[in-house]
């Protein structure tokens, strides 16, 4: 479980759940047509609403709306902790940084370190965020 935290954490700092959730609105947005051999048949006048019906696919899609709020679960835990923590956090979620250079650049205990990112991982696998 950790490592799917761990991957998480990972998508979330370097980015990847916001390229999810962006790739995944381009799907809905632009859908695979099918051939229609009836397009010519149809009438010219017919009448879509082609914006509400895309904005009703997006606000109800399942999938996107899960992706929006890990996200949004995530950065509220996040900001519950100082600055020092999330500094730690980037360095080694998003810059993937080794527990020894972090020890060294932002003089924090590697113990310390992991301490902080147990706490995090624990506290997003007691809200069941994933």
Known sequence: ???KIDRLLTDYFTGGLDILIKQR???LRIPEKE???NSDIRAVNS???VVERILMKLEDDEQMNTLKDIRDRIGVLIDMFDDQHNQVYFARYRNKLSWKVIEWTY???ERTGRRWCNELK???SEYHIF
């Open 47 to 49: 009448y879509s609403n």
């Open 1 to 3: 479980m950790a490592d």
């Open 25 to 27: 609105e381009q799907d």
């Open 35 to 37: 051939l229609d051999l």
């Open 122 to 124: 624990n506290l997003i």
């Open 107 to 109: 003089f924090v205990d």
